[in-house]
């Protein structure tokens, strides 16, 4: 069974730098595209960052490019988010998602269970 | 590219049809997915290429549309359905959501 499993949420300084991690199992992740999506409490969901197969192809959210940055290693079966000069409307759920090719299943079509970041003052 | 989820919340009975419709803010072709979310849970892709029903997802869902209009309709609701339902672009980047419709029960 294909599964996606964030880690490292929790409280971060505004100012500050948080990491994520999202381990993959059950499928081969070196094939599929990722993505990370977070919802802030009580709102909707929010796409932020997009990284290719191969890391060739990356995208951010306005509201995040130059402090997030989006990286994998495709033999630990993992993705990251490395989360800097925190805000307070960084806080909220993250989760990652996988994405498969267009001729496939074209939605985000595997989520893991989230990991909440607060963010301090 | 944005889009227009509407309405914004919905009452509805066990049993009834309801549909929420999805406006896209330029031509994405069929390149819009379906999400349901319960609370507390991560959100699970129910249509995918605006009216592909994804493997598992019961026939009472469908979806309908291509270029800027779209729209998401369950027949027959179950207790089960009532929750948030978002859409989402996957046309270009950022890969924009919907504002979400809540369903609640009448």
């Known amino acids: 069974e294909a599964q996606l499993m964030e880690s490292g949420g929790g409280l971060g300084r505004r100012g500050g730098s948080v990491r994520l991690s999202c381990a993959a199992s059950?499928?081969?992740?070196?094939?599929?595209?990722m993505n990370w999506v977070r919802q802030a409490p009580g709102k909707g969901l929010e796409w932020i960052s997009y990284i290719s197969s191969a890391s060739n192809i990356i995208y951010y959210a306005d509201s995040v490019q130059g402090r997030f940055t989006i990286s994998r290693d495709n033999a630990r079966n993992s993705l990251y988010l490395q989360m800097n000069n925190l805000r307070g409307d960084d806080t909220g759920v993250y989760y990652c998602?996988?994405?498969?090719?267009?001729?496939?299943?074209?939605?985000?079509?595997?989520w893991g269970q989230g990991t909440v970041v607060t963010v301090s003052s | 590219t944005q889009l227009t989820q509407s309405p914004s919340s919905l009452s509805a009975s066990v049993g009834d049809s309801v549909t929420i419709t999805c406006r896209a803010s330029q031509d994405i072709s069929i390149y819009l997915a379906w999400y349901q979310q319960k609370p507390g849970k991560a959100p699970e892709v129910l249509i995918y290429?605006?009216?592909t029903l994804q493997s598992g997802v019961p026939s009472r869902f469908s979806g309908s549309g291509s270029g800027t209009d779209f729209s998401l309709t369950i027949s027959s609701l179950q207790p089960e359905d009532f929750a948030t339902y978002y859409c989402?672009?996957?046309?270009?980047?950022?890969?924009?959501f919907g504002e979400g419709t809540r369903l609640e029960i009448k």
């Open positions: 998602a996988r994405l498969p090719s267009i001729s496939e299943v074209y939605a985000f079509d595997i």
């Open positions: 989402q672009q996957l046309d270009s980047y950022p890969r924009t």
């Open positions: 290429a605006a009216s």
């Open positions: 059950g499928f081969d992740f070196r094939t599929y595209s």
